[in-house]
C-alpha cells in the first residue's frame, strides 16, 4: 500500500508533480517550504523542510518538488540528505507518459507528461524526465540530472549524473556526455562531452570562458 507523501517546495516544478499525485489520488499530508504558499492546491503546510524530521522515515515517503534550470546541486544534496535520514523518494510518473518494459527508472525519478522511455533505456534515482522528453533505447542517464522539456536523446547515448540537457536539446546516436555538463537550450550534441563542460549552439561548442 501507498504510503502517505510530503512534497519539499512550492514552485512550479513541486505544482506540476502535485498535480500528478493528486490525480492518482495519493494522500498528500502537505508541502514544505520557507514560508506558507496559500494558493498550493490547498496543501497543508507543513514547515520548512527539516519539519520532515518529525515524521519516521518508515511511515512517509517524499518528493522533490524543486526544479532548476542550471546544474541540479541543490536537488542532488536534499536527495542524498533525506536519503541518509533514512526517507524514500516517490518515483512520480504522469499517467500519459510510455515506458518501455525494459527500462529502467530508479528511486525517486520524476516522469513529466508526454515523455517516451524506450528500450533498455536506465534513469538512475533523481532524475527528471521534463514534460515531452524523449530517451530513445539504449540510453542511460546518471542520477540526479535533468533532462529538460521537449529534449530528444537519440540510441545508445551515456550522460553522467548530476548533469543538465537545456530544454528542446537533441542528442544523435551513440554520444557520451558526461556529469556536471550543463547543455544550452536548442543546441544539437554531435560530439562526446567531458565532465564539467558548459556547451550550446548548432552544432554545441564549448561555452567561452
Ligand atoms: C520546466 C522548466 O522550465 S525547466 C528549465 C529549463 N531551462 C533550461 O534548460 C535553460 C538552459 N540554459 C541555457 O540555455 C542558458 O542560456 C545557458 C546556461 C546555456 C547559458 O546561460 P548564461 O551563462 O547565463 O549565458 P548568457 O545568457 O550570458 O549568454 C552568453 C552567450 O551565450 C549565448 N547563448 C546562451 N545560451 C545559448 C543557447 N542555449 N544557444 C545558443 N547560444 C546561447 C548568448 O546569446 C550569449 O552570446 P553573446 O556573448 O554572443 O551575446
Do not use: W
Amino acid at each position: 500500500m501507498n504510503k502517505p507523501v510530503i512534497i519539499l517546495g512550492d514552485g512550479g516544478h513541486a505544482s506540476v508533480l502535485a498535480e500528478i499525485l493528486l490525480l492518482e489520488q495519493r494522500n498528500v499530508l502537505g508541502y514544505t517550504s520557507p514560508e506558507p504558499n496559500k494558493v498550493f492546491f490547498s496543501l497543508n503546510y507543513l514547515g520548512a523542510d527539516e519539519a520532515i524530521r518529525a515524521f519516521d522515515p518508515s511511515e512517509v515517503e517524499l518528493v522533490l518538488g524543486l526544479g532548476s534550470v542550471n546544474l541540479p546541486y541543490v536537488r542532488s544534496t536534499i536527495f542524498q540528505h533525506f536519503k541518509m535520514l533514512g526517507y524514500t523518494f516517490v518515483t512520480v510518473i504522469h499517467p500519459s507518459a510510455i515506458i518501455a518494459p525494459s527500462a529502467k527508472v530508479e528511486e525517486g525519478c520524476q516522469i513529466m507528461a508526454g515523455s517516451i522511455m524506450q528500450t533498455n533505456s536506465v534513469i538512475e534515482e533523481n532524475v527528471i524526465l521534463n514534460t515531452g522528453t524523449k530517451v530513445d533505447h539504449d540510453c542511460s542517464i546518471g542520477c540526479h540530472s535533468h533532462i529538460a522539456p521537449g529534449v530528444t536523446i537519440s540510441g545508445g547515448v551515456q550522460i553522467g549524473d548530476t548533469t543538465h540537457i537545456g530544454t528542446g536539446a537533441t542528442i544523435i546516436q551513440g554520444i557520451k556526455i558526461g556529469s556536471h555538463v550543463l547543455i544550452g537550450a536548442g543546441s544539437v550534441v554531435i560530439n562526446d562531452i567531458a565532465d564539467g563542460k558548459t556547451v550550446y549552439g548548432v552544432p554545441a561548442k564549448e561555452a567561452k570562458q
